[in-house]
Structure formats: C-alpha cells, structure tokens
C-alpha cells in the first residue's frame, strides 16, 4: 500500500532550500548556519524516528481462546526492543474490540533501552457473544526533539471465540406428528425407556436393567424389555441472520442466537439430532489468515488499514448437517459464536436452495423476526414435502397474533418467544 504524499513536508522542504539559497546570495552566513543546523535537527530527528520501531517484537498470551459469556479473561502482552539502539520514548497499546470490558494495563508508555523489554497485562471480561481480534500491538514513537511521530503494529494478533448464552429449557418437545398430518420416521434414533411396547427372549449383550424378570420368573427361560422408540427426533434449526432482516434491533437479534443455542444444546443433551442452517454469515471468513506490520503516520489511518483488510460484501452461508453427538452441538455452538449479519442469501433463497438435502424425519424449526410474503410460500412448501414444520417469532405480541393464523392455515406451528424468560417455557 502506497503511502499519501506528506504535502506539508513538501512545503516546508521547498521553503527551506529557498531560504538557503536567498542566505547563499544574500551573503547572509549567520542565517545559512542557521539553516543548516535546522536541516541537521530535522535529519537526526528523522532517522531516530524511522529507527525507533526497528527490531520490537511483541509475544501475547491468552488464559483461553473459547470462552463463555461472564467469564474473564487474562491477556499478557511482552514487548522486546532486539536492536542495539535503545528508543527513546514508545507509546504500546493493545488495539481491543469493541463491546468487551477491560481492566488493568492495556497500554503503557516506557523508555525502551537496548535488549530490554515491557509487558501489559489487562482482564478482559466476556460480556457478549461473538468472534473478537486482540491486537495486534500499536507502537507509537517518535524523535528526542518531538518533531516526528510513527505508528506501527506487531505482526501478531489474536481471536477469542465468546459461546452464546443457553437457558435451560424445561418443557421443550420437537415431535415428529402433529394433528394437522404425520411425518414418517425413517430412521430409528433413541427408545424411551419409559415406554414399554412388549417383552422378547433374552438376547446376549442386553443389560441386566433390560431383563423382564416376572417374564422370566414365569417361562423359566430369561425375555427381555422391548421399549418404544422416542418421538423426539431432533430438529434442523432455521435462523434468519440476513442484514435487513432484524433492523436496529440487536436485542431481538441477539435473542434469536440465544434461542438458537438453547434448543440445539437441549437437543443435543437427550442424544438427538440437530443441525443449523442460517444465511448469516461466519466472522472468522472476515478475518485475514496472517497478519503483516503495518505503519502509517497516524493512529486514524492504521484503523482504517485494518479495518479494509476485514471487510467483505458478502458472507457465505454457514451450514451444519443435522447429526447427533457432541462434536456437531461444539460446530453449532462455535458457528452460533461467530455469526455475523450478511446480505449473501435471503432465508426464504436458502430453503428454496437447501431443504431438499434435509432429512424429513427432523423438525423444520425456522427462528425469524416475521413471517414475509416471501417466506409464508418457503414454509408451506416444506410442510407440503412432508417436514414437521415450527416457526420461533421473536417480536411483539400484535404482529404475533397477526402472523398467527396464516402459519396455522398453512400447518406451520407458530411459536411465540419475546424473552429469555419466555423461552426457558417453549412447548410446541
């Protein structure tokens, strides 16, 4: 990246040489040494600058790189000056994210003598979920006269992934019928041992807890429990995370995500299946693979270089296949994390473009803001190629009632969830 000419400098040099060359006719040799010691400072002054930044090194240590929101965290940034030359003055601030607290020493201005090396040291506290850079490191220096200033960064930077909130849900159930029609189970996933559907012979390996001792005691021979297979089949989790989708509605939004992560770890804790499917859009796609120094002649313009190496126009969207297991809900939780607006796909594009791969023995569960003209037809059709469909709306309780007998028309079971508190109690 080619840097902005400094026209003030320009100015200055052009303002210098011609007083020189007035002093040179002029005969005026007091103003010519004057000149020249000026031209002197201002080299010295120049070359301490550009050499002030040479050979710094910066190492950061992080206690975890997930973490939960509430915890804390304990950053340790060491600075090193490798060089023979000490720097003079040097101003080193970790460049933070935003929306994170911080305490203790984050930055810290020190002389830096040769070989010699200073540390920060801060309490980061997770305060909300998202996928957060620390660093990298921002020099600040200058020369002995304070004529010039230079910023630069560390080569290294840091991410920290912050899991969404879950709520304990109680009364949570994602059956695989409803009154307005069945949906055939393909495959058999979990049987509920609270369900006895009759009594077979022994077979070698069943537990003892399995045995039917009365059956047993009455045949002589030893017959095993058969137990019903579980109605609860998991679902595949529909979460609209376009750009225009929310508004300035952050509180909603972020609602959706915590609704999102309580379902899918619930599911996940009764060994059911679960998948994730949202045209949102992952954070670390935004940020670079390596991170190369930078410097520039104000902090203003090393935020603005760092900000252009993360930007996109569009994100990808981030699918997880519905599976069972602890590995899936971890893809789930870390995708959940990291999700960030984006204008890639419309969800009712992306059902239109996914749903054929999903498997119809789990519930659709759409988690949206409304019910769109666009969308209602996405549903419907779903339902009509044999899903047990769900819609989650996160909104007030008039435009609810107004969507609520549309999706009830079309055998869409409408959801209603205006809080954490309303979502610990969801029942479909």
């Given at each position: 990246?080619t840097?902005?000419?400094?026209?003030?400098?320009?100015?200055?040099?052009?303002?210098?040489?011609?007083?020189?060359?007035?002093a040179?006719?002029?005969r005026l040799?007091?103003?010519?040494?004057?000149?020249?010691a000026?031209?002197?400072?201002?080299?010295v002054?120049?070359?301490?600058?550009?050499?002030?930044?040479?050979?710094?090194?910066?190492?950061r240590?992080?206690?975890a790189?997930?973490?939960?929101?509430?915890?804390d965290?304990?950053?340790?940034?060491?600075?090193?000056?490798?060089?023979?030359?000490?720097?003079?003055?040097?101003?080193?601030?970790?460049?933070l994210?935003?929306g994170?607290?911080?305490?203790?020493?984050?930055?810290?201005?020190?002389?830096?003598?040769?070989?010699a090396?200073?540390?920060?040291?801060?309490?980061?506290?997770?305060?909300?979920?998202?996928?957060?850079?620390?660093?990298?490191?921002?020099?600040?220096?200058?020369?002995?006269?304070?004529?010039?200033?230079?910023?630069a960064?560390?080569?290294?930077?840091?991410?920290?992934?912050?899991?969404?909130?879950?709520?304990?849900?109680?009364q949570y159930?994602?059956?695989?019928?409803?009154?307005?029609?069945?949906?055939?189970?393909?495959?058999?996933?979990?049987?509920?041992p609270?369900?006895?559907?009759?009594?077979?012979?022994?077979?070698?390996?069943?537990p003892?807890?399995?045995?039917?001792?009365?059956?047993?005691?009455?045949?002589?021979?030893?017959?095993?429990?058969v137990?019903?297979?579980?109605?609860?089949v998991?679902?595949?989790?529909?979460?609209?995370?376009?750009?225009?989708?929310?508004?300035?509605?952050?509180?909603r939004?972020?609602?959706?995500?915590?609704?999102?992560?309580s379902?899918?770890?619930?599911?996940?804790?009764?060994?059911?299946?679960?998948?994730?499917?949202?045209?949102?859009?992952?954070?670390?796609?935004?940020?670079?693979?390596?991170?190369?120094r930078?410097?520039?002649?104000?902090?203003?313009?090393?935020?603005?270089m760092?900000?252009?190496?993360?930007?996109?126009?569009?994100?990808?969207?981030?699918?997880?296949?519905?599976?069972?297991?602890?590995?899936?809900?971890?893809?789930?939780?870390?995708?959940?994390?990291?999700?960030?607006?984006?204008?890639?796909?419309?969800?009712?594009?992306?059902?239109?473009?996914?749903?054929?791969?999903?498997?119809?023995?789990?519930?659709?569960?759409?988690?949206?803001?409304?019910v769109?003209r666009?969308?209602?037809?996405?549903?419907?059709?779903?339902?009509?190629?044999?899903?047990?469909?769900?819609?989650l709306?996160?909104?007030?309780?008039?435009n609810?009632?107004?969507?609520?007998?549309?999706?009830?028309?079309?055998?869409?079971?409408?959801?209603?969830?205006?809080?954490?508190?309303?979502?610990?109690?969801?029942?479909?």
């Amino acid at each position: 990246m080619t840097s902005p000419v400094n026209w003030q400098r320009v100015i200055l040099l052009v303002a210098a040489v011609g007083f020189l060359f007035a002093a040179v006719v002029m005969r005026l040799s007091f103003f010519a040494f004057a000149l020249y010691a000026l031209g002197a400072v201002s080299l010295v002054a120049y070359l301490m600058t550009w050499s002030a930044l040479d050979g710094l090194a910066s190492e950061r240590h992080v206690t975890a790189r997930d973490a939960e929101i509430g915890d804390d965290l304990i950053v340790t940034v060491a600075v090193r000056n490798n060089k023979p030359l000490p720097t003079i003055w040097l101003v080193t601030e970790d460049i933070l994210p935003r929306g994170l607290e911080v305490a203790g020493a984050w930055a810290r201005a020190v002389l830096l003598m040769p070989h010699a090396s200073t540390r920060l040291q801060y309490r980061l506290h997770c305060a909300r979920r998202g996928y957060f850079r620390l660093g990298p490191v921002l020099y600040e220096t200058g020369d002995f006269f304070g004529l010039n200033r230079r910023f630069a960064t560390g080569e290294t930077a840091h991410y920290v992934t912050i899991y969404p909130h879950v709520v304990p849900l109680e009364q949570y159930a994602i059956p695989t019928s409803r009154p307005m029609g069945e949906t055939v189970v393909k495959r058999r996933l979990v049987e509920d041992p609270t369900r006895l559907a009759g009594v077979r012979e022994y077979h070698t390996g069943d537990p003892l807890r399995r045995i039917h001792w009365k059956a047993t005691a009455r045949t002589g021979e030893l017959h095993s429990r058969v137990y019903e297979y579980s109605t609860l089949v998991g679902a595949n989790i529909i979460l609209e995370f376009g750009r225009g989708g929310w508004g300035n509605e952050p509180e909603r939004r972020e609602l959706a995500i915590t609704a999102a992560a309580s379902i899918a770890s619930h599911l996940a804790d009764r060994k059911q299946q679960v998948g994730l499917v949202t045209n949102g859009g992952d954070a670390a796609d935004l940020m670079p693979d390596t991170t190369e120094r930078l410097s520039a002649p104000t902090r203003q313009r090393i935020y603005r270089m760092l900000a252009d190496r993360e930007r996109t126009d569009r994100l990808s969207p981030v699918r997880i296949p519905v599976r069972r297991g602890e590995l899936n809900l971890h893809l789930i939780m870390r995708s959940l994390a990291r999700l960030r607006l984006s204008d890639a796909l419309s969800l009712p594009e992306l059902i239109m473009e996914e749903y054929e791969t999903w498997p119809r023995e789990a519930t659709a569960l759409a988690i949206v803001p409304g019910v769109s003209r666009e969308l209602l037809p996405r549903l419907a059709d779903l339902r009509n190629s044999g899903f047990t469909v769900a819609a989650l709306i996160i909104d007030n309780e008039a435009n609810f009632s107004r969507m609520r007998g549309m999706l009830e028309s079309e055998g869409v079971r409408p959801i209603h969830v205006r809080s954490e508190a309303e979502l610990g109690a969801v029942t479909l």
